[in-house]
C-alpha cells in the first residue's frame, strides 16, 4: 500500500509564558510570600541547556492547558479547565482528521461488500484521537482503509494492543517484520533462526556446527525480543517445526525473496519465533524491508541440514 504524506497539522492555542509579578503585587504576608516562590519557576540564563528544557517542558505542558501561571482564584479556575478542555477536544479532533488523511490515501486494490461494524467504528475513532505521533498515526489510517474494504482484518483486541504501543515499540516491531518468514499457503509470520536435528550415534564424531544464528547480530537485539514478547506479539518461548523427512520441501518467503528449504536428511526441525493472532494482525500493515544480512545468515546456519535454493 502506498502513502502520500499528507498529514494534517493545527496550531494550538499558545500558553503565555509566566512573568514575573511585580513589587507592588506582591503579597507582604510571609508565609504566602514563600508558598508563591515555592510555586515561581526560578529564573535561568537563556541559552543554556536548562533553559531549553525548561522551554520543552513548559511547551508540552501547554498542550494540555497546563501553565505554571495557575492561581487559586476559582473564577480563574474554571477559565482555565474550560481552556484546557478545549485544547484537548481540539487536538483529538485534530488526531483523527489526521488518520483520516492519511486512509483517503491508501492505495486499496480489492474491495468486500460486507459493511464496517458501526460497534468497532466508534470503538477505533475513541482509541484512534488518543494517537499523537505522526508515524503512529499512519498505521491507524492503514487499518481503517484496510478494514472499510475488507471487513474483520483488524479485531478490536489488536486495536488496543496497537493503542499501548509506542512510535519506538512500533520501529522494534518492524525490526521483527524485516527478518520474518512465511510459509506457503500459511498466513502466521516466524522468525526462522536455526534448526535442531535429533541427536544419534554418528553425530558425536561430527564436527560442532551453530545450530541457530544470533539475531542481535542481524538487528534485533535480545532486550528488543524480551519487549515483542512482553508486548505479547510474539509467543515467549521458541517453537519448533514437526520432524522433516529427508527430501522434504517447504517453500517460504522473507520479504521480496522467495526460497526453498529441502531436508537433507530425517529427524530435524526448524526452529523459530512465532508471532501471535494480535502480532499476525498488525504485521499486515509494516511494510516489508529487506535484510540481506539476516537471509545470508540464516542460509548458512540452515545449509547445514537443509538444501537452500
Excluded at 522468525?191 to 544464528?213: A, N, T
Excluded at 505479547?232 to 517453500?251: A, N, R
Aim: glycine content about 4%.
Amino acid at each position: 500500500m502506498k502513502i502520500t504524506p499528507d498529514p494534517y497539522t493545527s496550531s494550538l492555542p499558545k500558553t503565555k509564558r509566566p512573568t514575573e509579578p511585580s513589587p507592588a503585587s506582591r503579597n507582604d504576608n510571609p508565609s504566602q510570600n514563600a508558598t508563591q516562590k515555592s510555586v515561581q519557576p526560578q529564573n535561568v540564563q537563556q541559552d543554556t541547556p536548562v533553559h531549553f528544557v525548561r522551554q520543552k517542558i513548559l511547551s508540552w505542558f501547554s498542550r494540555v492547558g497546563i501553565s505554571p501561571s495557575m492561581t487559586n482564584d476559582p473564577k480563574s479556575q474554571r477559565n482555565t479547565l474550560e481552556r484546557r478542555k478545549q485544547i484537548i477536544e481540539l487536538q483529538k479532533a485534530a488526531n483523527l482528521q489526521a488518520v483520516l488523511n492519511i486512509a483517503l490515501n491508501v492505495t486499496i486494490t480489492e474491495s468486500e461488500s460486507d459493511g464496517l461494524d458501526p460497534d468497532w467504528f466508534f470503538a477505533f475513532s475513541n482509541m484512534a484521537e488518543e494517537v499523537h505521533s505522526p508515524g503512529m498515526q499512519e498505521l491507524w489510517g492503514k487499518i481503517f482503509a484496510v478494514e472499510v474494504s475488507k471487513p474483520g482484518s483488524f479485531s478490536l483486541r489488536s486495536l488496543q494492543m496497537l493503542k499501548l504501543l509506542t512510535h519506538r515499540d512500533a520501529k522494534v516491531f518492524a525490526k521483527a517484520v524485516s527478518i520474518a518468514s512465511r510459509r506457503q499457503h500459511d498466513t502466521i509470520p516466524r522468525i526462522l533462526v536455526g534448526f535442531h536435528r535429533r541427536k544419534g550415534l554418528l553425530s558425536f564424531f561430527k564436527r560442532p556446527v551453530p545450530e541457530q544464528l544470533n539475531l542481535a547480530s542481524v538487528g534485533l537485539s535480545y532486550p528488543d525480543l524480551l519487549s515483542l514478547q512482553d508486548m505479547k506479539l510474539l509467543y515467549v518461548s521458541e517453537i519448533e517445526s514437526g520432524e522433516f523427512v529427508e527430501g522434504q520441501q517447504t517453500k517460504w518467503r522473507c520479504g521480496s525473496e522467495q526460497f526453498t528449504l529441502e531436508s537433507k536428511q530425517s529427524g530435524v526441525a526448524l526452529v523459530y519465533f512465532k508471532f501471535t493472532a494480535v502480532g499476525s494482525e498488525l504485521y499486515k500493515l509494516v511494510p516489508r524491508k529487506q535484510n540481506p544480512a539476516y537471509l545470508s545468515a540464516l542460509k548458512g546456519v540452515l545449509s547445514e541440514v537443509f538444501n537452500v535454493t
